[in-house]
């Protein structure tokens, strides 16, 4: 099974774009995108020094355009490529770069949201003094301990190895002055404490425009980074994204959920390395591969033919078949279906179909359009995979024989 993953803020290095304008398809639409977020991200992208693209408000629509524009050098008809990623996912910002890619918003509306969400972090950063830092190493539970008694916020777990503290300038001063044993502690290249609720402010901004982004349902398996459950629904995929400002990243319950899955390559768009050297350490066994150059499509391609499904297993969505929907199952787990749903049933908007229980956590799984019950997919209390089809509904049925079930 493949994956694909966007990185996030701070895998950015200066000129790092350089390469990929020699390609004519990939320079015409960072003009276009330039042009959409009235940024010269051309400029960006191949002339601009570290402390320039360190900024926010440049780094994050920076990194959504890259990550796009090389996805769409590799798959130049995106339809054909639904069919062979088995699940996709980004970090942090890269979020954004993921869901566009999977068709959850058009890339215009990425880049216009991206600009916003930049802008409105790097206005929340500057209220005061703040900052990032990786703690490499330890034992998670001393290492979460320490951030705590700091008074920071560990805003991204990225699994074995690497929790990130984020927080003011005096609180990180504090833990390094008594870090967590066996660890070693480095100061990221990031202006403030993302996805804390110092990030509060930029979350309200973007939550007033969100409600106009047109979204549909994504086009394969998408994670979020709040719990690594697969999101199937749009509208909740755009709420998360707003959210998760000023939540943490949880890159290791991503990743478990690619294991559960059983991905057997990584792909990495541009700018990569980040995420396959977390994935190096947490995913044993998984091929990895980097796309950050032209000169690495070739490469790409075939490591594409070698881990793609013949066929997406995560099931089309409304939007690939509108004649009928899917609820998937959003994690790995046991299925338990709620009572009194048979065939023919109508689902108002939202209702609970059952949940998926596993030594975590038990998770609601609804049907966010509503509709009518054709056929249950799976049996009650069945093993299900992240992404299984649980449930196929007719959208907004209409029977006089049909039986309403409530929420």
Known sequence: MLAIVAPGQGSQTPGFL????????????????SAVSGMDLVHYGTKADADTIRDTAVAQPLLVAAGLLSALELFPHPADAFGLIGVTAGHSVGEITAAAAVGVFSA??????VRERGRAMAEASAVQPTSMTAVVGGKPDEVLA??????????????????????????????????????????????????????????????????????????????????GLVVAHGPDMVKRIVGQ???????????????????????EVTPAGTLTGIAKRNLKGVELFNLNTPEDLDGARDFV?????????????????????LIVAPAKG??????????????????????????????????????????????????????????????????????????
């Open 334 to 407: 046991s299925f338990n279906r709620s009572a009194d749903i048979g065939e023919g049933a109508l689902l108002p908007e939202l209702a609970t179909v059952g949940t998926v229980a596993n030594l975590r956590e038990e998770i609601p799984v609804s049907a966010p359009y509503g509709g009518q019950v054709v056929e249950w997919l799976v049996e009650n209390g069945d093993p299900v995979a992240p992404g299984q089809p649980l449930l196929r509904l007719q959208p907004f049925a209409e029977s006089t024989d049909a039986t309403e079930v409530t929420p």
């Open 146 to 227: 320490a951030i705590e008694a700091a008074g920071l916020t560990p805003a991204n777990n990225n699994g074995a190895g690497q929790i990130v503290a984020a927080g003011t300038v005096a609180q990180l001063e504090e833990l390094a002055a008594n870090p967590p044993a066996r660890t070693r502690l480095v100061p990221l290249s990031v202006a403030g404490a993302f996805h804390t609720v110092h990030m509060e402010p930029a979350v309200a901004h973007l939550a007033g425009l969100a409600t106009s982004v047109s979204t549909r349902d994504p086009r394969t398996r998408l994670l979020s980074n709040r719990d």
């Open 305 to 325: 033919r070698r881990h793609a499904e013949p066929a997406n297993n995560g099931g089309p969505s409304q939007a690939l078949n509108p004649t009928w929907q």
């Open 245 to 267: 400002v000023a939540h943490p990243v949880r890159w290791d319950l991503c990743m478990q959920t690619m294991a559960d899955l059983g991905v057997t390559g990584l792909m």
């Open 108 to 113: 215009e509306s990425a880049m216009v949201l």
């Open 18 to 33: 350089t390469p990929w304008m020699e390609s004519p398809s990939f320079a015409d639409r960072l003009q276009w995108l």
